[in-house]
């Protein structure tokens, strides 16, 4: 079939599977290009495999450490005509690359907070790779099944305390308005939302790991957290995202103490703001990107999330004298240009100037806007979008 775009707010409900192949293609690229990482990973674990840095921290131990990986994911094939979602034809694209590369790769599609998949990912550890080196924890996801007790959560993405008023775009029409977001009115919003965000479900994977044996000597593990500028704190750090950060960061020191004896270590990342589809549902944060990519372009300081996942594979998690640099909350910092106080005062500049009017000259929102549609497949150079495209590509390994 002929697969066009169809947007419904942050959303697209259309996926392009030669697109998606194409983006996995110029990812690939870009991490041989930077060379062999040392002493990188071998064999690798990543949940939420299949989009955003989870999908990059894939290639990038793959195609820059040859790492056999186990991919797990929550996606949709085609299915009736209707095409499937953009994480499956990443995945398709990703394991067809790799296979064709030599490299060993299969994936698991379903609920990573069930019990059921972490035995099924078990098993699979189990019968073909015999234990991991690396366990990457990417998961986001607007709500959580508890595996224990059944109890349904939905995160909510709220500030605390007081309302919060401050600029948004519309990326689509790029109209810029105030948008005023009620605070939670309860603490159960929070305590839902971490929950679903937070450290617990990271925790059981790596409980459960351990005890079925799968784990090697030396295991590593990483989650990816977001801190940010000063004006979005009310609707991300400080807020009920915020919140549920806060417990995956604490869930390091508990996982350390449960890896002591295999000499394992885990990690938070602090990644950089970038265009996936869970940062797109986010109010105000929009914006934030799209002044922080021009600045960061100007400068040539921009990265996306292969160049993020690269470098912290190559110059943060696998470093030659084995030292890990971490900020004095213990976290690693690959935000450390985003947050790199000329391009915090430039961005801070323009929001104060930023208009409907004047988007289009001081932000990079079409930057934005473009690469809102490359996770989708949509508007990559080098695909021919008139033509009949196959929507029924498989995984190769799921069939
Ligand atoms: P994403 O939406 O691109 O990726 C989410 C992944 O989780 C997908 O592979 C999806 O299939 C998978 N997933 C969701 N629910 C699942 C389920 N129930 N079972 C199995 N798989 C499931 O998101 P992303 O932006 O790459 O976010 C990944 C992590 O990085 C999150 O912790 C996020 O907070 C963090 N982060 C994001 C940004 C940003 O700007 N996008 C910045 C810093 C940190
Ligand atoms: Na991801």
């Known amino acids: 079939m002929i697969i066009q775009p169809r947007t419904r707010g942050f959303i697209c409900l259309t996926a392009h599977p030669d697109g998606a192949l194409q983006a ?195 295991v590593k593990t990483v989650a990816y957290s977001y801190i940010g500028p000063e004006l979005t704190f009310p609707i991300y750090r400080n807020g009920t995202i915020g919140q549920a950060k806060n417990d995956l960061e604490a869930t390091v020191p508990v996982l350390n103490e449960l890896l002591k004896d295999l000499h394992g270590v885990s990690y938070v990342s602090v990644n950089k703001a970038l265009v996936t589809q869970s940062s797109s549902a986010i109010p105000v944060v929009p914006l934030y990107i799209s002044l922080l990519y021009k600045v960061m372009k100007a400068k040539g300081t921009h990265e996306g999330t292969i160049e993020q996942m690269q470098r912290l594979f190559a110059d943060r998690l696998y470093t030659e004298n084995g030292e890990v640099a971490l900020d004095s909350e213990g976290r690693i910092r690959i935000d450390d240009w985003e947050m790199a106080e000329d391009v915090q005062a430039e961005v801070a500049k323009y929001w104060d100037k930023v208009t409907t009017e004047t988007l289009a000259e001081i932000s990079d929102i079409d930057g934005y806007r473009k690469e809102f549609f490359n996770l989708f497949g949509f508007e990559l150079e080098g695909v021919d979008y008139e033509k009949d495209t196959d929507e029924n590509v498989k995984v190769p390994s799921i069939g």
């Not at 195609?63 to 995945?91: C, H, L, Q, R």
């Not at 296979?99 to 069930?114: E, M, P, Q, T, V």
């Not at 351990?210 to 090697?216: E, S």
């Open 24 to 218: 996995v293609k110029n990812q690939i690229e870009y991490v041989k290009s930077k060379g062999k990482i040392k002493n990188g990973p071998k064999k690798v674990l990543v949940i939420g495999a299949s989009t955003g840095f989870g999908l990059s921290s894939r290639i990038a131990a793959a195609f820059g450490s040859d790492a056999a990986t186990i991919g797990v994911f929550f996606e949709k094939p085609a299915s009736e005509g209707k095409m499937g979602t953009a994480g499956w034809y990443n995945s398709a694209a990703f394991e067809k690359e790799a296979h064709a590369a030599g490299l060993y790769a299969k994936s698991i599609n379903g609920d990573a907070f069930s019990d059921d998949i972490k035995k099924q990912t078990i098993d699979l550890i189990k019968k073909d790779l015999g234990q991991v080196d690396l366990v990457v924890y990417s998961l986001a996801s607007p709500r959580r099944t508890h595996p224990k007790t059944g109890v349904a959560y939905a995160s909510v993405l709220k500030p605390i305390g007081q309302p919060f008023t401050n600029k948004t775009v519309d990326f689509h029409t790029g109209v810029v308005s105030d948008i005023t977001i009620n605070p939670v009115e309860n603490d159960e919003d929070i305590a839902n939302t971490i929950a679903v965000m937070g450290g617990e479900d990271w925790k059981f994977w790596i409980e459960d790991l351990k005890a079925a044996g799968v784990l090697a000597a030396g």
